[in-house]
């Protein structure tokens, strides 16, 4: 299995930017995907996810109403939209599977993860 994470670059506060997480070796549809990050020096912390079923997202209160995540199963992979960007969003994102049907914001309940993609925003 696995899962990597893509997308990520630097952008000014305000940027948008789109991240990707393409699986592999996994029966996708069956999967809930969500996406973590984690900045230098802090706990990594639940950004959002998206079920396997029918693909209502989850999002952390503090990204809620600027990020989206959607989901393509004929890809493989899930979209983690980020708009208005700001700088305390600046982190490593990482994207990890679970094969429930719950969005959980609990890193230790997911199976496998990516690599991580670092996202980095200037203010």
């Known amino acids: 299995v696995q899962l990597q994470a893509s997308g990520g670059g630097s952008v000014q506060a305000g940027d948008s930017l789109r991240l990707s997480c393409e699986t592999s070796?996994?029966?996708?549809?069956?999967?809930?995907v969500g996406w973590f990050r984690q900045a230098p020096g802090k706990k990594r912390e639940f950004v959002g996810g998206i079920s396997r079923s029918d693909s209502r997202p989850l999002y952390a209160d503090s990204v809620k109403g600027r990020f989206t995540i959607s989901r393509d199963n004929a890809k493989n992979t899930v979209y983690l939209q980020m708009y208005s960007l700001k700088h305390e969003d600046s982190a490593v994102y990482f994207c990890?599977?679970?094969?429930?049907?719950?969005?959980?914001?609990?890193?230790?309940?997911?199976?496998?993860w990516g690599q991580g993609t670092l996202v980095t925003v200037s203010s």
């Open positions: 990890a599977a679970d094969n429930s049907d719950i969005v959980w914001p609990l890193d230790y309940r997911y199976d496998y």
């Open positions: 070796g996994l029966t996708f549809s069956t999967y809930t």
